[in-house]
């Protein structure tokens, strides 16, 4: 086991005192970077790029070569857990993910069955054993999966989606077929994400993108709980050290106290809530993880500091949070900007620990 040379991200998801306060990106290892591009041509195309372990690898490293991130987050995608299942993922430019065979009735779900990450998704684990081995203990691995209602999303609705008319409608018309789907994706996504621990991820994400499209009720009942189950069933210790789990809803900041309740590490929260005000109503149950909006980006240099310096102010003294934007980085901001901003955490966070 390799000494971790950086650890205050796994320290500050346990909300142990840290030094500064630690910054990592979603969608770290993305378009944003040249370098990443070239990766990305040399694969010949994204799925290709996600089944080779040593290209997932070289992306997944490629932001921690140019920035003092606190932290890797593998480099795949939220739907591999659907496409394992045998529903034909395809990526194609301008479009977005689409599958071939969405689940649309009883006996399409009936026909899923509960994944087994090493066969399915071998490529996954071997990626991140690799990705461990090659980092070196510079900075902890972040493992991670969607949710089961976005997987359930995208499943059923055949690919992107703004109305959500077809897996809504499967939802109010038929609850007990969804709460099937979902509980396979459940279990699924528990097997998954053990599987990257005992692999070597260090911390686990639950990305929810979905979840803020749901009313308060069908949240609790049909994201929530099913994320509840995943957070029970993971492996809470690996490698002799607590492995934290992170779960984030994207348009969730009205639920925050509901998911304290889950009992995961910490929580992720977008732009459109105030992290002090998120601060102090989830107390100290859990840590936060958040939340520059990421259109900041693409402005000046000191706008960037400000806003960093806003957001740790808003947070204010102690521990427990880790610092990230609301969302994923966007493809087209400017890489210098993300060196002022993972830089501008460290020096202006320094006061409040």
């Known amino acids: 086991m390799t000494e971790l040379k950086n650890d205050r991200f796994l320290q500050a998801l346990m909300r142990k005192p840290v030094d500064v306060t630690p ?20 694969a010949g195309s994204f799925m290709n790029l996600c089944q080779t372990p040593e290209l997932a690898c070289e992306v997944t490293l490629q932001p921690l070569d140019r920035f003092a991130l606190d932290a890797a ?14 529903l ?37 684990v071997d990626a991140v054993r690799l990705i461990r081995k090659e980092l070196n203990g510079r900075v902890p691995l972040i493992g991670f999966s969607g949710s089961p209602w976005t997987l359930a999303t995208y499943m ?11 897996v809504k409608g499967m939802m109010f018309d038929q609850p007990e077929l969804m709460h099937k789907l979902l509980d396979v994706l459940a279990q699924s996504v528990t097997e998954y994400l053990n599987a990257q621990i005992k692999a070597g991820a260090q911390a686990v ?12 009720r069908d949240y609790r009942e049909f994201s929530l709980q099913y994320m509840t189950q995943i957070v029970d069933g993971l492996i809470k210790e690996n490698e002799a050290r607590p492995v934290p789990s992170i779960l984030f809803t994207k348009g969730g900041g009205a639920w925050l106290e509901d998911m304290t309740l889950s009992k995961c590490n910490a929580l992720g929260v977008d732009w459109t809530i105030d992290i002090g005000d998120a601060r102090k109503r989830v107390g100290d149950k859990v840590a936060l993880q958040g939340n520059m909006d990421p259109c900041i980006l693409y402005a000046s240099p000191k706008r960037i500091r400000e806003e960093v310096a806003g957001v740790l102010a808003s947070f204010g003294k102690g521990d427990g949070h880790v610092f990230n934007l609301g969302h994923g980085i966007h493809p087209a901001i400017n890489p210098e900007h993300v060196e002022v901003f993972i830089n501008s955490v460290h020096e202006l966070s320094r006061q409040y620990h």
């Open 23 to 42: 910054v990592w990106m979603m969608r770290q290892a993305g378009r944003y970077l040249p370098e990443y591009r070239a990766t990305r041509e040399k």
């Open 73 to 86: 987050i593998l480099f795949s995608d939220i739907l591999t857990v659907p496409d394992a299942m045998g």
């Open 88 to 124: 034909g993922l395809r990526f194609t430019t301008g479009e977005g993910p689409t599958f071939d065979k969405p689940v649309r009735t009883a006996a399409d779900i009936n026909a899923l069955g509960v994944i087994d990450p090493h066969a399915e998704l071998k490529y996954v």
């Open 156 to 166: 059923v609705e055949g690919g992107s989606s703004k109305e959500f008319s077809k």
């Open 205 to 216: 994400m639950v990305f929810d993108t979905w979840g803020g499209a749901l009313t308060p």
